[in-house]
């Protein structure tokens, strides 16, 4: 008699009912079984939402410093490091002037694969408006730097090149600010207070997500509290600290009384500025073409600044997206490494499979027996305790999945550990526990199928 398919599929589809009353039979059983395979599938989903929630923040950080930059910022010195042993001529010699806005402008025109650069000057003020004060950070920037740093605005523009040129006061303000002196108006063409200075508002910044872990050492850092303006205005209008001459330095250094020429005179922007130091910019932001360029472009920008401070070292070069990328492959090392110990914990669930399932089949001998008396091939046997097996693993796997996504997002509120779970991470998980239930169960089910039925009907 030809076996059609309707026929094979009734069959299997009998065995797999046996093996489910099986199953319900032995509920108590049946759940020890699947807990390994439950919380593997757990680990795993959970180990890789952290594994990609890490990567996640690394990239937004990219982001954050910009493609391509790398960031040069003074270092800040005492006066008399150096006067132990030296003469008055050596002190001469290694006088710098520190960061400086021809600093920037050399890297600009005598390095070719530099695109973009702009100088920052940062000062810590309170804003007024209407009589409301506000703490905020006045930053002097070039117009690249919105650019450069991927910031982007919801109304009105960044200031123009002629604007920059001429020192005029117009900024453009974070989202913090904006919320502060303009929640119920319009606020370009606005005016906001910053010291003696009125500043025009011709543009405000769009808010955008800010990652904790991020590092200012990296030049990452909120624009929600800041008041940008032209690095020219800042200078010209509120604070040079480059306006001090060499010759001064040279008595301060020998101990002589300090003097500071321009600026503003307020309180809490002088208590907050280290006044011995003569930097210029607090900080300068350089964009390469190419990112294969980024580390042989700041190893010359490093000789260039170092010719131009007279061999003194005041100063640190800074490449963000390396240093980013390399905590990102570091994270993906140790993403493997979580995954694989989750992965183990599969294989131990599997494990467990086999031996309850193999200890099933001496508890089901007489069973065994009397479905082969009355006519089950081997094929029967074997399909009906792989079905059970599978039938474990992939119940174990769904729910190992509620498991592992209420974990995750448990390990986020708690931890404050940015998870994100993927479907790739779910998919993962399951097929590969439904592939251990069938691996780990073939060997019960072949000893099964192997019993002789007269030796299992005596049992």
């Known amino acids: 008699m030809k076996k059609t398919p309707v026929y094979i599929y009734m069959r299997y589809a009998h065995n797999v009912g ?27 989903i959970s180990m890789l939402a952290i594994g990609k929630g890490a990567q996640q923040e690394v990239l937004e950080q990219i982001k954050l410093v ?52 702009s100088p920052v000057v940062s000062i810590n003020y309170h804003a007024v408006k209407m009589g409301k004060s506000y703490p905020v950070t006045l930053e002097g920037v070039s117009p690249d ?21 001429n ?49 200012d050492e990296m030049g990452i850092s909120t624009s929600d509290n800041k008041i940008i303006i032209p690095v020219k205005t800042m200078l010209m209008r509120f604070k040079d600290r480059g306006s001090i001459n060499p010759e001064l330095m040279n008595n301060m250094a020998r101990g002589g009384s300090m003097f500071f020429m321009g600026g503003s005179n307020d309180d809490e922007e002088s ?23 980024l580390s042989a472009t700041a190893e010359v920008i490093k000789r260039l600044i170092l010719r131009r401070h007279s061999n ?42 086999m031996n309850i399932m193999l ?45 592992g996504v ?7 509120l708690m931890a404050d550990i940015k998870t994100i779970i993927s479907f790739y991470s779910v998919f993962i998980a399951f097929g590969v526990s439904a592939t251990v239930g069938i691996i780990f169960g073939y060997i019960p089910a072949k000893r099964a199928a192997s019993q002789d039925p007269v030796e299992s009907l005596r049992h």
């Open 18 to 44: 046996i093996a489910v009353e099986a199953i319900l039979s032995n509920k108590v059983k049946s759940m020890l079984t699947a807990l390994g395979i439950m919380f593997g599938v757990a680990a795993v």
């Open 66 to 117: 910009g493609v391509n930059n790398i960031i040069v910022t003074p270092v800040v010195q005492s006066f008399n490091d150096n006067s132990n042993g030296d003469s008055e001529n050596n002190q001469s010699k290694k006088y710098s002037r520190g960061l400086h806005r021809m600093d920037a402008q050399a890297i600009l025109e005598t390095i070719p694969s530099v695109q973009r650069v």
């Open 145 to 165: 730097y919105f650019e450069m740093l991927n910031i982007n605005l919801d109304m009105g523009k960044q200031f123009s090149e002629q604007q920059t040129d």
């Open 167 to 215: 020192g005029m006061p117009v900024c453009v303000i974070g989202n913090n600010i904006r919320n502060r002196f303009f929640n119920q108006e319009n606020p370009l063409g606005q005016y906001i207070k910053c010291g003696q200075v009125w500043l025009k508002v011709i543009g405000t910044i769009s808010k955008r997500d800010f990652t904790t872990s991020a590092s």
């Open 271 to 293: 208590s907050n500025q280290k006044e011995t130091s003569t930097n210029q910019l607090d900080k300068i932001i350089i964009q390469v073409e190419n990112t294969e360029q």
């Open 312 to 353: 003194v070292y005041d100063f640190e070069v800074t490449v963000p997206e390396l240093l980013l990328k390399q905590q990102q492959k570091t994270n993906e090392i140790f993403n493997i490494v979580l995954g694989a110990i989750a992965g183990i914990s599969l294989i131990v669930g599997g494990i467990g499979i």
């Open 359 to 403: 200890a099933s089949v001496w508890e089901r001998i007489r069973e065994i027996g009397t479905r082969q008396a009355i006519g089950a091939s081997r094929k029967d046997i074997i399909a009906q305790f792989l079905a059970e097996s599978t039938l474990i693993s992939i119940t174990g796997g769904l729910i190992g999945i509620i498991i």
């Open 406 to 412: 209420v974990l995750a997002h448990l390990i986020h």
